[in-house]
């Protein structure tokens, strides 16, 4: 038989953050757009997604240097 209280203690982490990274990733893609349906915003939209993305894995990067340098195994909790 296999023990589910790992898998479901590491979704109440996992979830919620998740949820919290999309409701911020759609605030900030929607910020400064007036109307999807123009090219200029759609360039903008694209542009700031991008530097989402590049935030985010700009922080995942530095939370992973940061294990390392204080000892830690490097890994993200997986």
Do not use: E
């Not at 982490?13 to 949820?19: I, K, Q, S």
């Not at 400064?32 to 990067?61: F, P």
């Amino acid at each position: 038989m296999v023990d589910s209280g790992p898998q479901i203690k590491q979704a109440w982490v996992v979830v919620p953050v998740l949820l919290l990274l999309v409701v911020g990733g759609v605030i900030a893609v929607q910020s400064g757009v007036a109307a999807s349906g123009s090219g200029y915003n759609l360039r903008q939209l694209g542009g700031t997604l991008a530097r989402v993305c590049l935030r985010i894995v700009g922080y995942v990067v530095a939370l992973l240097i940061l294990q390392y340098y204080i000892g830690l195994r490097p890994s993200l909790g997986w």
